[in-house]
């Protein structure tokens, strides 16, 4: 096309003026020598807000702020100042005539120094057609997936770089966006041409025909391989961490000391408190003033500023009251201050809490068994220098002292035995009966009515401190009828009856032993072990109200114990 000074009068020179003034793009004819516009059509008028006409014999350097320009994108001057980014392309004798075409604000970032950066972070440009269904890909692009730049890539190559599911997943989630309009992301390993593995991450963004039609897709493609390797890593030691802090039952915390607001990283540290997630975290000022033990503040405030001056490091016990059932619990709670300078005071404190207070319900629970059992060994050993004493004062022989000493330890042991078995450390009245007559009974011992032996009353359990004593009167007891009372003939009966009471601690024990059938009874001439112990054992320990009878018809013991309360903290399933 020619310069205005070209179009003669006729109807070519109107021709090319129609074509010249309706372009659907700007067009204009310029004088180098004389640097101005000689002539605008009005599609480049109306680019830069001129009325029609205007522009002609217009200074070049109001528009363009210079001299000629060069062809590319560059930045006009409109009619009210603004600046109008255009794309220029020169034709024409000596380049006079110009094509000046608007520019997208997305292409007119485009430069090359764009492409540049976008290959600095690593990022390669791919553009999909769907007429040709060939995928063009950039420099960076082809390097990343192992293909050649330009149009070297149809869908199919790229499938088979894929594995089965990820085609699956891949397609579904492009499909979706495709439907919507809306750009996409996702990530996935590839195996490229040469064997090696690389794990991409794909931005795209469906392009819309003429006709609403999909005319294609664009995007960027960036290999991520060293950085999902990391994060896998990373989140594997956090998964590592928190299974071992999930066995060992400890609560992850984090305290910002600036806004005084805490962060409950796991779902212990609320079991803990008896918090829920709706409830939020506790920060220092509430768990100081509200949910820490009045009596433990002190302690923990003291603590907490120590580890503020001092090394970082915060190790604190106390109790905390639990927010669902106002519960005390004991905790230990321990953590490293971290600063953001060596001189600067911490920006947080990271740590972990455990609950402690079955852990130290065990510890004084063990404590005060060691001392029973220090005290039971000394009643003991003090129970064998009695009987050892008395069997050798009234034994008649070496054997008869062999005999009554062996059998009273061996009640003795038994009734250590039964204690030792039960978790409470008590022993059935019923069990300690059962292992002296069990063998003199002939058939059950329930109750029988014509039974030699037998056992009427509730269960009884007695505590450690009545259980000897009452299991060595029930030997003695036992050992006197076999040798001289109704279990020392075929026709003797025993029977043993007991009834829980009213009155003292823990109710009082009625004992009843009584005996028949046996040879006649005569009230003794002296005071054996046994008598003693009936007498002065029970009453002494067992602070028992013993009567005894020597009826000629048989022997009959009356007790009357009151038995003292159990020591829950003796109980391992309190």
Known sequence: ???????????????????????????????????????????????????????????????????????????????????????????????????????????????????????????????????????????????????????????????????????????????????????????????????????????????????????????????????????????????????????????????????????????RMFEIFGRTPEDGSVGKTEFLNEVLHPDDRKAVRAAISSALREDGILHVAGRVRRKSDGAWRTIEMAGRLERDAPNRLPRRLIGVVADVTDRRLAEERQSLLIRELHHRVKNTLATVQAIVGSTARTASSIESFYEAFVGRIMSLAHTHAVLTEDTWQTASLRTLLVNELKPYAEGTMEGAADGRVSLDGPPVDLASEIAVPIGMAIHELTTNAAKYGALSTRGGRVAVAWALLPGGPAGTLRFEWRESGGPPVEPPRRQGFGSRLLQRVLTTQVQAEVTTDYAPEGFRLTMLAPLPQRNDALNPLA
């Open 1 to 267: 096309m020619g310069d205005r000074a070209d179009y003669p009068g006729s109807d070519a020179g109107d021709l090319h003026r129609a074509a010249f003034e309706e372009a659907a793009v700007g067009l204009a004819i310029v004088s180098p020598a004389e640097n101005r516009i000689l002539d605008a059509n009005r599609h480049l008028c109306r680019l830069l807000g001129y009325e029609p006409g205007r522009l002609s014999g217009i200074p070049l350097s109001d528009i363009v702020g210079g001299h000629l320009p060069a062809e590319g994108i560059q930045s006009w001057r409109s009619a009210d100042g603004r600046a109008v980014e255009v794309r220029v392309t020169r034709s024409g004798a000596a380049g006079r005539t110009l094509l000046v075409q608007s520019v997208d604000p997305d292409e007119a970032v485009r430069a090359e120094q764009n492409r540049e950066a976008l290959t600095a972070a690593g990022l390669g440009e791919w553009r999909w057609d769907a007429g040709s269904g060939r995928i063009t890909l950039s420099r960076r692009a082809g390097q990343i997936l192992g293909h050649a730049p330009g149009p070297s890539l149809t869908w199919r190559d790229l499938r088979a770089s894929l594995s089965e599911s990820e085609r699956l997943r891949i397609g579904g989630l492009v499909g979706e966006a495709i439907e919507r309009g809306r750009p996409y992301f996702f990530e996935c390993r590839i195996v490229r041409a040469d064997g090696s593995e690389v794990i991409i991450g794909v931005r795209g963004q469906p392009l819309a025909g003429p006709e609403g039609g999909l005319s294609g897709m664009v995007g960027v493609v960036q290999d991520i391989t060293t950085r999902v390797e990391a994060r896998d890593a990373l989140l594997g030691r956090e998964q590592r961490l928190r299974v071992a802090t999930s066995l060992a039952r400890l609560g992850i915390f984090e305290w910002h000391m600036l806004d005084d607001q805490a962060i409950w990283e796991n779902e």
